[in-house]
């Protein structure tokens, strides 16, 4: 396609939402930072627990202007949540108020959180009641995100608003001085459909798939945002119930010509190094955080494109832009904008060893989607592993489900990819460097992945994060049972090696 017809703003027949002809005319919103309604400290040991309350309830959302708010329901009644923003080692404890519509279960993804505290699906807090979760927050520093996780109503839940950042600081990143503050910027992507009346279109009906039309950042459609011409710290998520992205960052008056940036850290934290790319594929659940420099771009825009030959699917023109940088002329503080480290952490991989402990094809099957052939419902089966707990496993991830992708989450481990085979995508360069807790399974694609199951006993979820096959039902769970030698919680050796 030629770049003019990639710049066209999209007609009203490439649409399935109402026409947005706002781009890039809203500021992005930034969630408020979550305070503590108390602290609590152990006098013997002096550490410290932070107590936080989240009412879980509706607001409104003009989205178009002249048609009907949206009704969405959302922590404290905003979406995104607000953001927790928390230190290494300071415990904290949740109480999570459900005055919403439907039952609710809260995952906080990407933590060592011990059953019953992981959000597990059948664990819901029935309207009217609230469910204290606990946090050890003991891993390194790295962006989780909690969202919701009740059974079979996930996509509408999380979809509706329930979604946040939970972002881990810690005293070995702080010291790399990286983008801080008002420079460290978290991007909750999602991408929905509205009905023609401005409401929100529900996914409930939904079997295959909700990609969506309408491109959001922090909960505003195609905002803009004000930076200054430095560097920043992007961290990105994907919170949308079926779409990926590629993203790459373009310049007025160099359209199509993809600017490079540092990426920094996965979903586990800061990757080895950083590792210069020209676009980010970013898939549900994912979390990659760069560092971008718009210094050179002073007094001009930066807009984040997406490349959209991620994945197969309906595609709109409207789904090729996401956001738009306004950068000023003014540099207010040099924080963190010097070089970046050549080296940024010594990221505890898993030890290496060979073969494949557990394979999981993951498929549809009488208009199901499946895991190994059963579904979260089919409670006889659903475990379909019983990993040693201190054990290092290989577990390989096959696609088999014909043109469809799988963004592959297993809740309580950080895996390094080994391989991706099978179709269009390698390891990336990027991946390489990193441990994650989500793999993307392109069509026809097969992933192996080796972690060390798991800090604490217990029976967790492993599924697809296209919500969609998540609640029909492409779930199921691991045991991971203790060898009785391994000395969780006595000794941290494994959470922060
Ligand atoms: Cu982010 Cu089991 O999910
Ligand atoms: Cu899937």
């Not at 080692?89 to 005055?99: A, K, L, T």
């Not at 290989?394 to 799988?406: A, D, K, Q, R, V």
Request: charged share 25%.
């Amino acid at each position: 396609a030629s770049l003019l017809a990639c710049q066209a703003l999209a007609g009203d027949d490439e649409w399935l939402s109402p026409v947005y002809k706002d781009f890039y005319q809203f500021p992005l919103p930034i969630p408020p930072v979550k305070t503590p309604k108390t602290s609590y400290v152990n006098k013997t040991t002096g550490d410290v627990i932070d107590y936080y309350e989240i009412e879980i309830k509706p607001f409104e959302q003009q989205v178009y202007p002249g048609l009907k708010k949206a009704r969405l329901v959302g922590y404290d009644g905003m979406s995104p949540g607000p953001t927790f923003k928390l230190e290494k080692g300071r415990e904290s404890v949740v109480r999570f108020i459900n005055h919403g519509d439907k039952e609710t279960s809260v995952h906080l993804h990407g933590s060592y959180s011990r059953a019953p505290f992981d959000g597990w699906a059948e664990d819901t807090t029935k309207v009217g009641q609230y469910k204290d979760y606990y946090y050890p927050n003991k891993q390194n520093a790295r962006t989780l995100w909690y969202h919701d996780h009740a059974v079979h109503i996930t996509a509408e839940n999380a979809y509706f608003g329930q979604a946040g950042f939970y972002i881990l600081h810690d005293a070995a990143e702080d010291s790399l001085n990286l983008p801080a503050g008002d420079y460290d910027v978290p991007l909750a992507l999602a991408s929905k459909q509205y009905n023609k009346d401005g409401t929100l279109f529900s996914p409930a009906g939904e079997t295959d798939s909700l990609f969506g039309d309408v491109i959001h950042v922090n909960g505003q459609p195609w905002p803009y945002f004000k930076v200054e011409p430095r560097k920043y710290r992007l961290r990105f998520l994907d919170t949308s119930v079926s779409r990926a992205f590629k993203l790459y960052f373009e310049a007025d008056g160099a359209l199509g010509k993809k600017i490079p940036f540092d990426v920094i850290a996965s979903d586990a934290g800061l990757m080895t190094k950083p590792v210069q790319s020209d676009n980010l594929e970013i898939s549900m659940a994912e979390r990659w955080e760069v560092i971008f420099d718009f210094t050179q771009y002073a007094g001009k825009n930066v807009t984040v494109r997406n490349n959209r030959d991620v994945q197969h699917d309906e595609d709109y023109n409207s789904t090729d832009k996401v956001m738009r940088f306004v950068v000023g002329k003014e540099v207010k503080s040099q924080q963190g904008n010097g070089n970046l480290p050549g080296s940024l952490r010594s990221v505890p991989f898993p030890p290496s060893k060979s073969g494949v402990d557990r394979s999981f094809k993951f498929h549809r099957s009488n208009g199901e989607w499946q895991v190994n052939g059963v579904t979260f419902a089919d409670v006889k089966n659903r475990i379909l592993a019983k990993p040693p707990r201190g054990q290092v496993e290989i577990w390989e991830l096959e696609n088999s489900s014909g043109g469809w992708s799988h963004p592959i989450h297993v809740h309580l481990v950080d895996f390094q990819i080994l391989s991706r085979s099978g179709g269009k995508r390698p390891v990336l360069g990027y991946e390489k460097e990193a441990l994650k807790d989500v793999v993307l399974l392109g069509e026809g694609e097969t992933a192996r992945v080796i972690a060390r199951f798991a800090p604490w006993d217990g029976v967790y979820m492993f599924h697809c994060h296209n919500l969609i096959h998540e609640d029909h039902d492409m779930m199921a769970a691991s045991n991971v049972t203790s060898l009785g030698d391994w000395g969780y919680p006595e000794t941290t050796s494994f959470i922060d090696p």
